[in-house]
């Protein structure tokens, strides 16, 4: 029981993610060996961090039928999946999603994933992403008389995927010319898991913004043994998820990312690459590399890289542009430690853990007492006293948002006998606005805006602190990728740059 | 929102405490300086580790009156206390009481803090701990015909605390009298923490089973700072705690802790000794060593010495006792670290992340499909491919208890490449029950019981396993007191021997 | 605190109602003089009778705006609208919604009124009653590349009226144009309630199968005297509801009711009819018999008649066709008793309570012991032993649907000691299911389809049974409009006698 | 679904009771032919009227054991004992309790029955009433060293059976004994169910103010029927009960009431009078009268007179003292029907019903708009037209306490047309408080002491507005038992009179 576990550890829900989607689908037949919907739950609860207000499962026996099987509801996967729902959710393919909403009406309305009945049967649509210019989009929706019930962009999208095509353009469903001209239409940003009939289609926008990635089902021996098929025949099925976080947990081997602009299909016989939408000529990939910063798990793999390891190379690059001299590295548990370490690797300064967190931290008080306000948040975090006291600390924290609880973590080690305090901050100051899914906060509030890092040092009490620049970002997200193709690589930082990889319609 | 945190990290449940005690008192009268009520109910949180069923707080404006402001609920302490709740507990003095519950039945009847009215007014008493040899002195109430609503011994202390002395024994309610009589009558395990009119009794038994401390409240500055009292007229306030881990939170400074036997006593002017009442000539001390190994926070301090630092120490002892060609250390997140610190410090082979946690894990299916049962339990943990491939790993773990859960990971740890995985852990195998106040598995369920060190790495899938020996526990939690007198030194490793502080009745 | 009470008296579940709608409009601008959320809130608790599971209300200023405010939620009304979501309920128009549903999946998102956000703007949607021959109009809408995300009507009406016009048809929005051309497609059944800007348009389906009535709000003055506005110009505002029921509640006037085929337009200014759109010539109005008999609110009028007295007549026609040597006429309470005091009056027969009802019933046992299950339902029953004993009762119930509720009835009251007990039930045997919005069990579970009145008598131990005949129910839904235009009068009575207003596509 | 139906119809919340006592025993042993459990729990429904609050079963094998099994809990009966509950409950005889609760504070701890572990054995106590002079009882239970947890009167009667005896005055348990010596200590007022071993105890206090009565379970036989025994040895069970309404629901005979001052004793063999404790010479019996007027079921028997009968008597004891020139004799429904067709049968005017009860009515805005606080409470009523236009109505009230209801009804009435609305109200006017269980306003609250009469017609705008007077209520409630011997029969009307059956401590 823990019900109040920040959704962040170091600021109070600084920045949040919008979505995790993900898709199964059996190599068998209806009834199939494999539980697609229990592996579709376990597939979700590994992307949980992407968000928790709400969780859904789609499954299909994959026959002509109109009928899926469905269950969402509000709250975490594991409350929402209770063994109740799970029976019901019968199929040899399905998705699901989870999601983290930005409005507080309508919520359950928005649930998804969505599905919709239309002149060709049912589809059903899950979406991680924002559209960036969705209003040329929803204009040319309304005008075909369609009613929209939410202002959601993934209503939108599912929508617009239903419209009749333009006279003579192509026959019956033909899901993938309806997705190509969605795509063509609006851009950015997306990750898309469809599921029509047989069939699961995963599509992922021009710029790649969101990250989406492939896997396959191996087999399982008694004693939690995972045994590499010999022969494609026999794989025992392929799933699609914004993340590889969870493909240990089911069994899952990791194939690859699927890449900017693509669209695959799955079915029972395996995975396809049916096309890609192109970029303008001159537009680099716009991958988002807050992913790397903040949001993904640390076991994920992007770009063919374990985020935890770029994680620790942001560490080594602070390292070099901010060197300290200090006693100990630490972090702010748990979000800083990978950056401490490999701080500590590339100064030889050794690491300790200086702070431990109270699992329980609850709610604030409305009306706390002066002497409560006095001391602050400090109540997640306990000190231990023999790391830190009479010693010169350098504190690693993964990025700096609102800027309001690392002042009371470096009084709490103040108060603990630390002799200084020194702030390296694994990220660069954020400083804009995103408008491809992630919600940061008010220019006002982003605390990069109001306080350069010496102003800020002095604001939280630190001895010195200073961020990791663009380009050591960068240099840290291509640690092991600067061979390839230069014109594949490409990070969107617009929250730190300004530069959106598309003009704003406003 | 994290509704189903494990209780435990590397064991399912596997051994559970049984409550934390708190009390506060303002050194001023009502309407007093400080927010009792707010301070004790952070000092909650920060002993929520030592019970999650069900929290209450009983206030008073010390006056002689019949009344306590009392709340009591199940659940967490930031789901009991709400608003609504805090504003009615009036007072400037109060004791709080956190619990984790053994027994599923009337639940609501056994929250405490326990109020008794009596012929001199009313009580209000809060108890951890479990009465080894309760028998003798549940027949004794009962038998001067007092009727008993529950099975629990912290009902039994309240009672026989209320018992009319033997004729001319002393006079009117005098506590210190009638808690000694019962200190004699039972003397082990209880941390006791009274309210009576505008005094708060602290008793720790005779052994020190459980553990208890005091401090002082300090004055805090705008901006956080902490400023130590130049005389003591400047301390605003007491506080007693079952551990010393909440003390910076609320602007506390740890004093001492209440010594074995003691009684003492809280008032607006000071903490007052009050009397000991000793052991048996030939009795050590017998301080619950899983204090140290596992249930205590980190940043607690039990006889001057910081627990964090110990289980480092453990971890220490544990590398000369058990040492392991390796490339890296690491541990089982987050029970393991401070003794894998430990380790790596002493063997000189590197500390690295190999597992990261899903902070979101859920419910397990009540019918896991075959795949699902063979995968076993890691959906937990993500494995850190770039510090797990080819590498030889020295994984260290606080303690096995069932030993069901760390066969996944080694198989986890396999999957990702791991060349060989070699367990250490940090404290003896658990062999024995407590009748002290914490929850042990039965024998049967101890892995210990069923399967020697080579057995249990066979059957858990690891290249060699090793505890630590109870020497080598003994030798960590008394590095830094040993030079103390000697018959002030003792630990009770019942759950490891077999050996109980006191015969036990039946 | 009644939980569990039964949807109905004498029948678990017998048979259930789908929706209430209700609408209300100020004479002012916003700010306006009256608060309309309120009032709706009240005009849905006084149509709670017509659907229990959800309700919703929508509220606007009236402006040329996208926003609309809207609360929705499942439960009843009471429960839904607390003080916090009607405050958010802004504006000087609305309509609101109250729904008792059949399907259990996707609860949520079946909640009304719907909002949609159209090329013209926002228009909210509230619908009672079903499409009978719903599927070319649904295939007519998905064809036209618009995705429904769910099978129900209502949701399929809203989409229709968004839907573009044929080429030339009618230019912009012209909500009338697109209602008349859906009502034409589709003739039965609805009542429906729309909001669009400033405007408040009332649609009755050309049979008038569902009731649609019209209201003025009349001034209040303090201690509660309604006065009679002198000018149209005093009048506060308008309403359009269900049923009549709640009108006293909010100081409301009965106008008149919405005519079958009508369109009204409310505005601030007014009630306008806008058209009215005509069934086949050869077809008579077929006004739902069952709101008479059952669903409605006894304080309801339909077609100027009070249905407590329809059903008082029910019970004289009764008494015509079945008289009954009996001691005393009493009821199933609550249901019969008008038709019992009809029978009294009809027969001489004196009424008297014979059975008192438990408003705690509860749930029922799933194991229930041998003795519990040979004893019946009776639970919810007392009888009251000096109206009982010795006594010959003919007791009237409004309807036997499954008929599992009348024998322990009569069961109880011969153990009571009754001498005869004779049933006679106020509507005809109902033998066929409603596609017009009414849940009807399945024709297995209809008793009148498996017994005929003898058998049925002899299985829940009558002495006698005998139902009314569809020409005497007939006889007292008229009795007071028998000189109005007889092509003007109609009622579907399909339920019974198997012939449906409109031939069945399937 | 009624979550918020009214404890009272007319009135909010005006009176409240607080308790219903209920036992069961079988006639075998354990595993016994009856589920005593299921007997005790519908046996609770049928007392839920008494109490709404909490609800518990304590059950027993009946053998010399320390274990019962227990289940209580906040809520409903049917809410409190879901299956899971049920099935946990094994015995073969059993106690339970229902409760209404004057303190909001504590509310779990004082959920009955209570359990009581004593040095012989456990003991289960249920109590409905409350002591009139409870000081120096618990006065006298502190002094002999026992803490009390509550302030309850049912913990204390608890602890004072427990008290050990007089030395030399009986031996062992002795509960009889224990039983009489408490109640000489107090006299006034309780009905007591306790559970020892294989015994049930039933105890009513000497002035017999709360109910209690026997009956026996029969046998029931397939399809309903219930078969009287021929021989005592057929009987299956027996049970004790506040009321007697329950009985049919179980298949129960009424046997008799427990008379006032007895203690019987329930074993598989039967029911056994042990005993009578004598209330002083010069005192009658004080049987509650409101149990007649406003408490009891209506089919409950007192006396040996059917309460609703006792109220129809009131009605024409009404009809005798307070005449009307009237149309139509009606009620509020439903508390004063009985009363108005008493009313109805001693006048000759016809009874005919004038208000249809909405039974989803909810709760009242904070912050009602003028209007709606202008129009009052009207919306739990509905007026049936054709009763009212144009008719001189009587309308027959079981009792006024607070007068907040009564006055929007007759205003309702009038805006439906009625000539004239005469109150007559089938009780005295209540002006005193109650010490013996039964919650009143407080005086100021009460209104017949701020209006006489003609004021509150006034105030409520009545053409006229007569109470019964105090004998006409006695005769009323004698009206079958006048010839008893007259020592046996007396009633308490201390909240009309202010005359106390003992003389009040303060």
């Given at each position: 029981m823990e019900p109040e576990a920040p959704l962040k550890d170091t600021e109070e829900a600084g920045i949040t993610h919008n979505c995790g989607v993900f898709g199964c689908i059996s190599s068998g037949e209806w009834p199939t060996h494999i539980d697609v919907a229990q592996i579709i739950c376990l597939g979700l609860v590994a992307l949980q961090h992407r968000g928790q207000e709400s969780a859904g499962i789609v499954t299909s026996k994959g026959e002509d039928t109109k009928r899926f099987s469905m269950h969402k509801g509000m709250g975490l996967v594991s409350h929402v999946f209770d063994d109740h729902a799970m029976?019901?959710?019968?199929?040899?393919?399905?998705?699901?999603?989870?999601?983290?909403?930005?409005?507080?009406?309508?919520?359950?309305?928005?649930?998804?994933?969505?599905?919709?009945?239309?002149?060709?049967?049912?589809?059903?649509?899950?979406?991680?992403?924002?559209?960036?210019?969705?209003?040329?989009?929803?204009?040319?929706?309304?005008?075909?008389?369609?009613?929209?019930?939410?202002?959601?962009?993934?209503?939108?999208?599912?929508?617009?995927?239903?419209?009749?095509?333009?006279?003579?353009?192509?026959?019956?469903?033909?899901?993938?010319?309806?997705?190509?001209?969605?795509?063509?239409?609006?851009?950015?940003?997306?990750?898309?898991?469809?599921?029509?009939?047989?069939?699961?289609?995963?599509?992922?926008?021009?710029?790649?913004?969101?990250?989406?990635?492939?896997?396959?089902?191996?087999?399982?021996?008694?004693?939690?043994?995972?045994?590499?098929?010999?022969?494609?025949?026999?794989?025992?099925?392929?799933?699609?998820?914004?993340?590889?976080?969870?493909?240990?947990?089911?069994?899952?081997?990791?194939?690859?990312?699927?890449?900017?602009?693509?669209?695959?299909?799955?079915?029972?016989?395996?995975?396809?690459?049916?096309?890609?939408?192109?970029?303008?000529?001159?537009?680099?990939?716009?991958?988002?590399?807050?992913?790397?910063?903040?949001?993904?798990?640390?076991?994920?793999?992007?770009?063919?890289?374990?985020?935890?390891?770029?994680?620790?190379?942001?560490?080594?690059?602070?390292?070099?542009?901010?060197?300290?001299?200090?006693?100990?590295?630490?972090?702010?548990?748990?979000?800083g430690t990978a950056a401490a370490h490999g701080y500590s690797r590339q100064s030889g300064i050794p690491f300790a853990e200086v702070l431990c967190k109270n699992r329980y931290v609850g709610r604030t008080f409305i009306q706390p007492s002066t002497r409560l306000r006095q001391l602050g948040v400090a109540k997640k975090f306990g000190a231990l006293l023999d790391n830190v006291y009479g010693k010169k600390i350098v504190l690693i924290d993964d990025s700096i948002v609102r800027g309001n609880t690392i002042g009371p973590i470096i009084k709490l080690l103040r108060d603990a006998g630390a002799k200084e305090v020194h702030i390296r901050v694994a990220s660069p100051p954020i400083k804009y606005p995103c408008y491809m899914g992630i919600n940061i906060p008010t220019r006002e509030e982003l605390i990069a805006n109001r306080l350069d890092p010496p102003e800020l040092a002095e604001a939280v009490g630190a001895d010195s602190l200073v961020y990791l620049s663009i380009g050591g970002l960068i240099s840290a997200v291509t640690y092991s990728i600067r061979e390839k193709d230069p014109k594949k690589i490409g990070h969107c930082v617009a929250c730190l740059s300004g530069q959106y990889p598309e003009k704003l319609e406003w």
């Open positions: 029976m019901k959710l019968k199929g040899n393919l399905g998705i699901g999603h989870t999601r983290y909403s930005t409005t507080a009406e309508s919520e359950a309305l928005n649930c998804q994933p969505f599905v919709v009945h239309t002149q060709h049967g049912a589809l059903a649509v899950a979406h991680n992403g924002e559209l960036v210019n969705a209003e040329s989009l929803r204009k040319k929706v309304l005008d075909r008389g369609v009613g929209l019930s939410t202002m959601s962009d993934s209503e939108l999208i599912t929508q617009a995927l239903c419209l009749n095509p333009p006279e003579g353009e192509h026959e019956g469903p033909n899901w993938p010319a309806r997705i190509k001209h969605v795509m063509k239409l609006s851009p950015l940003s997306y990750s898309l898991v469809l599921m029509y009939r047989d069939k699961i289609y995963g599509v992922r926008d021009p710029y790649g913004n969101r990250p989406l990635c492939l896997g396959k089902l191996v087999p399982v021996k008694k004693r939690n043994h995972i045994i590499q098929p010999k022969l494609e025949d026999d794989i025992e099925g392929w799933v699609i998820s914004s993340e590889s976080s969870g493909f240990l947990a089911i069994g899952a081997r990791y194939l690859r990312e699927v890449e900017p602009g693509e669209i695959v299909e799955l079915t029972k016989h395996g995975v396809k690459s049916i096309g890609i939408v192109e970029r303008p000529e001159d537009k680099l990939p716009a991958f988002c590399i807050f992913e790397y910063v903040y949001f993904a798990r640390p076991d994920s793999i992007f770009e063919g890289q374990v985020v935890y390891s770029v994680r620790m190379q942001c560490g080594r690059e602070l390292a070099k542009e901010a060197p300290c001299d200090a006693d100990i590295v630490s972090s702010v548990p748990e979000s």
